[in-house]
C-alpha cells in the first residue's frame, strides 16, 4: 500500500480540495458580498478577470512577452442545458475575439461546463461546433481532464471528436494508474495532448500518492511522450521535472518543435521565462470569469503556503511575483 502524506502542508492542501468541492460554501462566497471581495482580490492573481475584455487584455500583455496563452471561461459542471449552451457562445465569443485581435492564443474547457453534466450528447455537439470555429480561425482547443468520476466520458468525447477535427487536445493526468494505457491510446489520434500530474481528490485505487509516486509516473509518462514526437504541452511548475525534460530532449537529440511547456498564470513565471530562453514554445493558462472560488482553492492546495500570499493580497498588500 502507497504511504499518504500526512504532512501539515498536505492536509491543508486537502483540505482546501475539499472546501472547493463544498457548494454550500461557494454558494455563501458568490452571495457575501464581502467575502467575495476580499477572497477575489487575492484569486486576480491567478486570473485574468471576470469578464472577457479584462482577460483579452492581460493576454495581449502576455503575448508581449513572447508567451502564449491559452484561455479559459472558467466553470464546470453545469446542471442545465441552457446554461450550457451560454458557456459554449461565450467560448465561440473567446474564439472570435483571439481572431479578431491577432493573439498568439488557443482555448481551453471543461466538457462539463458545456453540458457532459446534463448529457454527453450535448457536450459533444458543443464541443464539436467550438472545435469547428477554432479550427477555422485557425486555434487549437485544449480539453482539460476533470474527476475521475468523468474520466471515461471525457476520453470518449474526444476520440469521437477526433473523428472530425484535428485541432482538439487532451489533458491527461500522470497520478491515476490507467494514464500509460490512455497515453498510448491519445498518442494514436491528432491534437495536442498535454501532461499534468493531477488536482483532484481521488480513491486511493485508483491514483497514486502525491509525492515521489506522481512524480515517478509523470517522468515516464513524459518520456514516452517526448519520444513519441506527437504535440504535447508539458504542464508543470515543479522544476525538477522541467529539468528533466530539457535533459532528456537534449540528449536523445528529440526534436522541439511539437513541444510546449505550460504552466498557470501568476505562478512561478520566471521559470516559464526561462523555458522561453531556452528557445522551447511557451504557454500560459489564462482563465477568467466569475466561478473562480473553485480555482482559487486549488492554486492554494497545490501550494500552500501561497496561502500566506493570498491573505496579503487580499487586504492589500502588494507581493511581487506577478506573471505581469
Partial sequence: MEKRDTSLEALAAAALRRIARNES????????TLARDVLLRAARRFIGGEILD????????????????????????????????EAAEEFSRVVRSIAE?????????????????????????????????????????????????????????HRRLCEIHGNVGITLQAYLFRTTDDLREALERPGRIRLVKGAYEEPVRIARARGEDVDAAYRELMRMLLASGHACSIATHDQEM?????DFLTNNGISREPVEFEMLYGVEPERLRAMSNFGYKTRVYLPYGREWYLYL??????????????FAEAVGVDVPGHIR
Wanted: aromatic share 6%; net charge negative.
Fill in 25 to 32: 460554501i461557494k454558494a455563501y462566497i458568490q452571495e457575501y
Fill in 54 to 85: 479584462e482577460c483579452l487584455e492581460v493576454a495581449a500583455e502576455v503575448n508581449e512577452e513572447d508567451l502564449a496563452v491559452t484561455i479559459d471561461y472558467m466553470g464546470e459542471s453545469t446542471r442545465n442545458a441552457g446554461m450550457a449552451r
Fill in 101 to 157: 485581435r491577432g493573439l498568439n492564443a488557443s482555448i481551453s474547457l471543461d466538457l462539463s461546463h458545456i453540458g457532459m453534466a446534463v448529457e454527453a450528447g450535448l457536450a459533444f455537439d458543443n464541443a464539436s461546433r467550438l472545435a469547428g470555429a477554432a479550427g477555422d480561425a485557425g486555434l487549437e482547443m485544449m480539453i482539460s481532464m476533470e474527476g475521475s468520476e468523468r474520466t471515461e466520458d471525457v476520453l470518449e468525447t
Fill in 242 to 246: 522541467l529539468d528533466y525534460a530539457h
Fill in 297 to 310: 482553492c486549488h492554486r492554494l492546495a497545490e501550494h500552500p503556503p501561497n496561502i500566506y500570499r493570498a
